[in-house]
């Protein structure tokens, strides 16, 4: 801890001005992913064989879903950036493969352009009805955007090109959103069970462990979220996703020292960052300061750019850390209009309480009567906003 | 082996600058011009430029000052090539000056300095084109900063918006001059907590004070010399606080600034409902309008300043205040004097319009002084 703590201050002191090093061997840059490594070779490989097979598809949307992957894994946009200009010879056109419009609508979803990723994800279905990628993608989006009973139809149509594990996750996640997810996990939790028999691959097997951890959570069962969220983790994935998630369990749960450890090294992930500000600023650290400086100059920074990809964590920031619940407001007010999940919805109803603007949080409000979610933590702040009117 | 794959990741991303941060890839490109000298550096990642052309010569994975220096030639032929400079149309010749280093939030960028030769007269305009990595990354983006005189702005360049036309040239300190002169007739225009302080002092100046009630004055002279008193002491007062907040010279807390701006509001609306001061309202105007002042400079700190060309914006807002100010006044005063016999004036607007002013900056003064959200 101490020596993040060193490491930390001395990136803090780098001054912001060009300088001349001293010596020819000072390393100015270390690259992502060592020479030798497994991951580079096969990129490189990748890259070599787009390069030399320029009207090939295939070889085009391997190499994107490389990127993909990375872009996930790491957390790095650029890499969101490579695989776009990949598929530049095959724009989002009805003419495009299907794996190739999938690829772009996954692009267009990590860049939170949800109304283009749905079109192309239905162009993807025209030219392949059984592409369950594309209609997998669809529920989640749906899901993001708060729509239960289009995902159920989506669901449905999902069930017919695939093993039962992933229809039963599909139906399940959405029904622990609605009010159901007890019944949700422990249907889950058997369909698991059941899958293990015939091999499951690991990259489903984290997001059923996270969609479980979440569920339990929800139906109050403490113990078992935090097996789930351990089992997740144990399968050895780099994940934003249960990283954060389980942050906020931990959290919520009055845990926070055990976040330190939990997100020690990725200072790089503007939302995990956050959470590890949220927790310095509990147990009172002074690391908690200096986070929540390099928070706002990554918001600024995208502020520059005129990108807003990441409000719902920018709301947190601003209600939290930087205690300006105007600003928070504004900004999860912004961030409702395209994401609605239950985060977005407990910033925005949390900011909407600091601002003492009961009128700002009226469509989370309508969110939480219709779907029946279910949240101590939701419901409470609620109630609180609706005594205000 | 994914597993294994995956720790591997997970190690070296560890490894690999703990404190940086992963963003979309950006450059910094700063233009300047300064007595016809057309100047910019030009911040490019070095994750970038290993991604586009290689600079890691030796394949160890890291980048050296070394291996960085050896690609100068073509990190300028690849960078300058996806720029063009154009100055009233006519094309510049950029070259590469200099060759240094410097850090970002998400990393070490190679920073190019250099020259573009536009002739020898002063460009009244620059077009800039942009290019760089489009090819290779469209969420790139280039940051671009001009920078002219003292004054800079920014523009975000991307593959949908590749190029942008600058306005350079002398006409600038003047056209900074009527931006800032426009931003203070605005500010007062929509500042209702300083004009209807005004107003308050001003509803008076069309009456004459006698044993305790109101009555019309008789002459215009009387009435032009009131207002003139409030006006000026009004206006001495917030320039005087306006510039030292300004410069920085006092500076008070916002929320304190805001609630006695309120509070002036109440205390003149009520003083004529209940006559303290009469013939002194010009040092009440004073003495609130020091604080008043606060209140404008907090506004123009938002509009941002200038550093060298200070005192200019500080000038142009101010008189924008003040022609403001005059233009409200000049309206106000002879509809206020033709109408000071009738009852529509002494009981409806200098009465009841002062009861409802006092009301409504009441009601200000409690959501300032207490944070709230009441109207």
């Keep these: ?389 | 082996m994914k597993l294994l794959l995956y720790v591997l990741c997970a190690l070296v991303a560890l490894a690999a600058g703990v404190a940086q941060a992963h963003k979309p890839s950006d450059s910094y490109l700063t233009l300047r011009v300064e007595n016809a000298v057309v100047s910019g550096q030009w911040d490019i990642a070095l994750r970038d430029l290993e991604f586009a052309i290689g600079l890691d010569a030796n394949g160890n994975g890291e980048i050296t000052w070394g291996e960085l220096k050896a690609k100068r030639k073509d990190i300028e032929a690849y960078a300058l090539s996806r720029l063009s400079v154009h100055a009233d149309k006519k094309s510049c010749a950029v070259a590469g000056a200099d060759l240094l280093v410097d850090e970002h939030s998400d990393g070490a960028y190679a920073v190019l300095r250099f020259g573009a030769d536009c002739g020898a007269r002063e460009p009244a305009t620059l077009e800039v084109s942009y290019s760089l990595l489009f090819d290779l990354d469209p969420t790139h983006r280039g940051l671009l900063r001009f920078e002219r005189g003292d004054a800079s702005q920014t523009w975000v360049l991307s593959p949908e918006k590749p190029s942008v036309t600058l306005k350079a040239g002398e006409a600038s300190r003047l056209a900074q001059f009527l931006d800032y002169l426009k931003e203070g007739i605005w500010h007062i225009w929509i500042g209702f907590d300083h004009i209807l302080f005004l107003v308050s002092l001003l509803l008076p100046s069309v009456l004459v004070l006698r044993n305790g009630t109101w009555h019309p004055a008789e002459r215009f002279r009387g009435t032009f010399w009131d207002v003139l008193k409030v006006v000026t002491s009004f206006t001495v007062a917030h320039s005087i606080t306006l510039s030292l907040a300004a410069l920085s010279v006092i500076s008070l807390p916002s929320r304190l600034v805001e609630s006695v701006i309120a509070l002036s509001v109440v205390l003149a609306a009520l003083n004529n409902l209940k006559p303290v001061v009469a013939e002194r309202r010009w040092a009440v105007a004073f003495a609130f309008g020091l604080i008043h002042g606060f209140g404008f400079a907090s506004v123009l700190a938002d509009l941002g300043l200038p550093q060298g060309a200070l005192l200019l914006a500080l000038v142009g807002f101010n008189l924008g205040v003040e022609c403001g100010q005059l233009a409200i006044v000049a309206a106000f005063l002879p509809l206020a004097y033709a109408l000071r016999k009738g009852a529509f004036y002494r009981k409806g607007v200098f009465v009841a319009g002062s009861a409802a002013i006092a009301l409504v900056a009441a009601v200000w003064l409690i959501e300032r002084a207490f944070d709230l959200k009441l109207l």
């Design chain 1, 1 to 389: 801890m101490a020596l993040f703590g060193a490491v930390f201050a001395a990136s803090q002191l780098v001054v912001a001005a060009p300088f001349v090093p001293r010596d020819d061997a000072v390393v100015l840059e270390t690259l992502p992913g060592k020479p030798g490594d497994p991951a580079a070779v096969e990129l490189r490989r990748l890259r070599a064989i787009a390069a030399t097979a320029p009207n090939d598809p295939e070889a085009a949307a391997t190499l994107a879903r490389r990127y993909f992957d990375l872009a996930m894994e790491e957390g790095d946009p650029r890499y969101v950036g490579y695989a776009e200009a990949v598929l530049r010879p095959w724009p989002e056109t009805a003419a495009a493969p299907a794996d190739v419009l999938v690829l772009h609508g996954k692009l267009r979803q990590y860049r939170h352009d949800f109304p283009a990723a749905m079109a192309d994800f239905d162009l993807a279905l025209k030219a392949d009805p059984a592409n369950f990628a594309a209609r997998a993608w669809r529920a989640a989006i749906l899901m993001v955007q708060a729509d239960y009973a289009a995902v159920r139809r989506e669901c449905a149509l999902l069930a017919e090109h695939v093993g039962e594990l992933q229809a039963v996750a599909c139906v399940a996640y959405a029904d622990a959103t609605t009010g159901n997810a007890r019944a949700a996990h422990e249907r889950l939790s058997a369909a698991l069970a059941r899958a293990r028999a015939s091999g499951i691959d690991p990259g489903v097997e984290l997001w059923i462990q996270t969609r479980l951890a979440e569920m339990a959570w929800r139906s109050g069962q403490l113990a078992q979220a935090e097996r789930h969220f351990r089992a997740g983790l144990g399968l050895g994935f780099n994940d934003n996703f249960i990283l954060a998630a389980y942050a906020d369990f931990l959290l919520e749960n009055d845990r926070a020292a055990e976040v330190m450890p939990l997100l020690k090294g990725w200072v790089r992930s503007d939302t995990l960052l956050l959470r590890l500000a949220l927790a310095a600023r509990r147990l009172k650290l002074a690391a908690g300061d200096k986070y929540a400086r390099t928070l706002g100059e990554r918001f600024a920074d995208a502020a520059l750019r005129g990108e807003k990809l990441h409000l719902q964590e920018e709301a947190r920031y601003l209600l939290d850390l930087k205690d300006d619940p105007k600003a928070a407001l504004a900004a999860a007010r912004d961030n409702y209009r395209t994401q609605r999940e239950p985060r977005d919805a407990l910033v925005l109803i949390e900011a909407a309480l600091a601002a003492r603007d009961p009128a700002a949080a009226a469509p989370a409000l309508q969110w939480l009567e219709a779907s029946g979610f279910e949240s101590e933590n939701i419901r409470r702040a609620a109630t609180q906003l609706k005594a205000l009117r």
